[in-house]
Structure formats: C-alpha cells, structure tokens
C-alpha cells in the first residue's frame, strides 16, 4: 500500500447521522445533501430514466459523513412479459469447419438454424437485434435463434439437451437481459443501484485509490475499504485477471496512486482523475509518454510494472494485433522495455530477456542475464524482452545513470502533473460529456471486429451489472453501482448505464469495470449483490477516506 494510504489506515470512520426514505420520485442523492429534501422526503420530479415511465420508485439516503451520501434506488418489479428462453449459439457463416459460433449471424444463417431445429420438433423462432445508437456505434446488429418459454432457468435444462441433440449448443438466458432498442422505455424492472456522493465543499476526508499491498495480487473491494477504514468504496478499473494474460490484479490501463504513475494508458481510453486535495475528480483522456534517459541517448518505455509482451485490453504503439484498445484481448509485442517499482510484488516476472537494476540515486547498479528479481528499495528495475535486449545493454551499463519517466499527458499534450493526493483510475467507455450522451464505444475498443458483433452483444448491448463515475454541475463525485443478471435486478446496457447517469444529474462520467467485479462498500459492509454470488477479488477501489484533507 502507497505511503499516503497508510497514513489514512490511522484514522477512524464516520457515523450514519440522517435516513431518508423516498417513494415513487424522489430527490437526488445530492440534493438530499443539500437538504433540499420535502417534508415527506419526496421531490417528484426526480426519478431515473429507466424503464417505463410509471414505474415505481423508492430510494433511501444514508449520511454517512458531512457531504457523503449512500443512495439505495430501487426501480420498478416484477415483469410478467420476462421470461427465461434458450439462446442458441449459431454456426459461423463460414466454410470453416473450426470457425466460431456466435449468437449473432445473418438472417439467412439465423434461418436455416432455426429450420434444422424445428426438423428436430424445437419451436425455434429468429429475433432481428436492434441496438440503441451510440456516439460511434449501434444498430443493427444482426439475427438470433431462440427457442422456448420457461418460467424458470431450471426449466431449461431438457430443451439444452434437445437443442444439443439437433447438433447446437445453447444457453438459458433471462430475456429482462436483453439491452434491444425501445427496451429501456417498456420493461418494468426490477433495478437496484447504490449511489455514493461526495461533496467536495463539505466533506473533511479524501478521495484516493487504492490496490492493496502490491500490484499483482488482487483483494475484494470489501478488504481494500477496511484496510484503508474507508467510509464507502467501490470497484474501479479493469484489470488482468487471467494469469495467461500478464500479472493477475494489474491495472488492465492507467493506474496512479498516491501521485505514483504504477500503469500505462490503453491508447486514450477515459480515465478517473481525483484531486485528493480538493476532493474533486475529472475525467479525462490521457496517453503514456514514458522513456528512459542516459548520458548516452534514450529509448520509448513500452510500460510500467507488467508483464513483458503481454497487454491487456492493447493499445500501444507497437502491439498486435493492434495498436488501439480492444476490450478484453490481451495484445501482445516481442520485443519492449519495461520497467518495475517495489509496488508491483515481491519479485519481477521471470523469463528471458535482460534486467538492469536501478537504486534510488538512479545509479545501475547490476545486470541479470534472465529477468525476474527484487526490485531494489526506492528504485527500479527495467527489463528487457527481443531486439531491445541490445538496446538497453548499451543505454545502460552498470554505473550508469538512467533515468526513468513514467509519464502521461492529457488531451492538451502537455504531462499530467500529480501530486501524493493524485490518484487515477482506467475505465471505459465514456458516457457522458459536457451535460450530454456520448457512449464511444468504438473509439475505446469495445467494437471487435469481424467477430459479428458477438462481443459488442454480450458487453455493450445487453445489461449487465456495472459501475460508473462522475461528476454533477455542482461538481459533487457520484460513484453508482447497478446489480445484474439476476431477475432481483436486472442490470443496465451501456445506453441505459448512460440515461442513468444524466437522470442523476451527472455532467461527465464514464464506465469502470463491472459484472461480477461490481460492488459497492459502506458501513463495513457490501451494499449490493454481486453477481457471482459473492464478493470478485479485484485490481483497484475507488475510496472515500475519512479524516482531514492534507495541508488543513
């Protein structure tokens, strides 16, 4: 854990001081702090922009520090039009044999499937998907086979066995899934949210970020609050979470803690940016800028405590099979420079390459012929993988000063200045921006292609639990959860995620890692249900410390 974070271990929690209940169309998580409350706690203007407009709505507000809020929303209930179905997953167009299946194909192949399942005697019937238009993305998506009404997931497990007997396979899935365009305005829910408000005006602790005791391993949101004795967390950005695809627990995109820049940019995805010092938070586009510097000339640093070689979610200039983001694939590039803190572990990944080690005057100090090491006490260590083995064997032999720059410049060109009150989260897409809907869904690589939108189904389109970001006019930080894949909770698409936001009165904000990462802390305890059952160890939590702020 940074320095700045165990200085906060010290301090203690705050105290729950206010409820509020709401019905039907209550007020804002912020208002409620600003005690722009009714005398029944109402202000029925407010709601979400979610589901039919006459739905039922209650939220609860819990003070759980002068300017912090929890707000538990429910929405909505029980839909009797929802029902559980088998979704079958469709053979490539394709004269591969070995081509993948995919949920999605073309209206003739959606056709012919369901033909060769209703030959079997399955009442199979082809869906056209129709998704919300996005900033860069939406549409038509394509065709899906469907066969059955169940009342219960259970039910599904005969017609699975039929539908794998015709030669398919299947899942059963829960159609209050289904993100499809006009959805959003028709089903009834139900919906269940946590919103955490912070106000920087009255509030006396600190936003920060948090990873635990070392980069590479992960911990649940639960243990990184109490860890910290943080009054409220979340989840915060992706992160590596299959040991095939680098370090498991390392931020999967830019990670700064305690004004420590520990992970690289994924080209110019949105990042969470808190001022700790002013409890304010952005969100902006930043981009990495490291390199390493000798007497005898410099060299591009590829990254900052991961793997060698493998980059999850891509984005760097020389990756393949591509030099944007792309969400969920791990990237990879032979030869690269990388260089480790004492945060990322114990030891460095081993394997073969070079190593030079770094003190803390900058001064080389030893070469390793094969990498995998202690990081040296306040300093560095660089590996080396490929052609840039020779390229750092001459930038840097022992005795040598060399100089490491973990760098990161916003929009403008111009560095990101932190301070050990900074901290940066990854994330994606963008949601909102300047008051108004922009999802970028393909500028921030969640468009795969050639894939026939099966990703873009799964992730964007249907919903899903997720956890978001921002900020409101008055410059108040909202950190929401919303609960999925359950018929208790339905979970949101990203244009759903998005209406949220602006119906909680949010300016700019954007996407964090969600699913069965999504989870929201408060009182010692987890507010929400995630959706594997328990709690997801995870990379990264965004915290609301208590206590004084620095320098007051």
């Known amino acids: 854990m940074n320095d700045f974070l165990k200085h906060r271990t010290a301090l203690t929690g705050g105290l729950v001081v206010a409820v509020v209940s709401a019905l039907l169309s209550p007020v804002s998580p912020a208002q409620a702090d600003d005690g722009r409350i009714g005398d029944n706690g109402t202000d029925q203007s407010s709601h979400l922009n979610l589901g039919a407009a006459d739905l039922p709505e209650s939220r609860t507000v819990t003070t759980l520090a002068p300017g912090v809020t929890l ?17 079958v997953a469709i053979p490539a167009d394709s004269p591969d044999p070995d081509a993948p299946t995919s949920a ?22 082809v869906e056209h998907v129709q998704s919300p238009q996005l900033a860069d993305a939406g549409g038509d998506l394509g065709y899906r086979v469907r066969a059955g009404h169940l009342a219960a997931q259970a039910d599904g497990a005969a017609l699975v066995a039929q539908i794998k ?15 499809d365009a006009g959805t959003s305005t028709t089903t009834r829910g139900p919906w269940n949210l946590d919103v955490i408000t912070v106000d920087p005006g009255k509030y006396q602790g600190q936003l920060a970020a948090s990873f635990g005791p070392d980069l590479e391993k992960r911990e649940t949101t639960s243990q990184l609050a109490s860890d910290a004795h943080a ?13 095939k695809a680098g370090a498991e627990g390392d931020p999967a995109g830019v990670g700064v803690y305690g004004g420590r820049v520990l992970s690289e940019a994924v080209a110019d995805r949105p990042a969470f940016v808190i001022d700790g010092k002013k409890n304010s938070s952005s969100i902006q586009r930043l981009t990495w800028a490291g390199k390493v510097s000798a007497p005898s000339g410099e060299a591009a640093l590829d990254g900052i405590d991961r793997v060698p070689g493998l980059i999850r979610n891509c984005g760097g200039a020389n990756d393949l099979p591509t030099s944007g ?18 945060e990322f572990g114990p030891t460095t990944p081993a394997g073969p390459g070079l190593e030079v080690m770094v003190d803390s005057h900058d001064t080389v100090t030893s070469i390793a ?6 990081v040296p006490a306040g300093g560095h260590t660089i590996q080396a993988t490929g052609t840039d083995v020779a390229r750092l064997r001459a930038l840097a032999p022992v005795g040598a000063k060399l100089r490491i720059d973990a760098g990161l410049l916003g929009q403008d060109g111009k560095p990101l200045h932190t301070n050990k009150a900074t901290s940066v989260v990854n994330g994606g897409p963008l949601l909102v921006k300047d008051g108004s809907e922009d999802v970028t869904v393909r500028h921030d690589g969640m468009v795969h292609p050639n894939d026939g939108n099966s990703f873009y189904y799964g992730w964007v389109h249907k919903r899903n639990p997720r956890t978001f970001a921002g900020t409101d006019a008055q410059g108040r930080t ?14 949101l698409s990203l244009k759903e995620e998005a209406d949220v936001a602006l119906s909680l009165g949010m300016v700019q904000a954007m996407n964090l890692d969600g699913g069965g990462s999504t989870t929201a802390v408060a009182q010692g305890k987890v507010q929400n249900s995630p959706s594997g059952g328990s709690e997801r160890a995870i990379g990264d939590a965004l915290l609301v410390l208590p206590g004084r702020k620095d320098g007051q």
């Not at 707000?71 to 979704?87: N, Y």
């Not at 999605?104 to 019937?125: F, M, N, P, Y």
């Not at 409220?232 to 299959?242: H, I, S, T």
Request: proline share 3%; with cysteine; net charge negative.
């Open 71 to 87: 707000t538990k929303i429910s929405r909505g209930g029980a839909d009797s039009s929802l029902f559980w179905t088998a979704e």
């Open 104 to 125: 999605l194909s073309s209206q003739d192949t959606a056709e012919r499937t369901a033909d060769k399942l209703k030959a079997a005697g399955i009442d199979a019937r």
């Open 165 to 179: 007997a015709a030669g398919f396979a299947s899942s059963v899935i829960y159609t209050g899934w289904d993100g």
């Open 231 to 243: 009054l409220a967390a979340v989840n915060a950005g992706f992160f590596v979470f299959d040991p």
């Open 325 to 342: 983001p792309l969400q969920d694939v791990t990237c990879t590039n032979s030869n690269e420079l990388v260089t480790f803190t004492p």
């Open 369 to 374: 012929e094969t990498r995998g090491a202690a």
């Open 478 to 491: 909202m950190l929401v959860t919303a609960d999925g894949r359950s018929t208790a909770s339905l979970g």
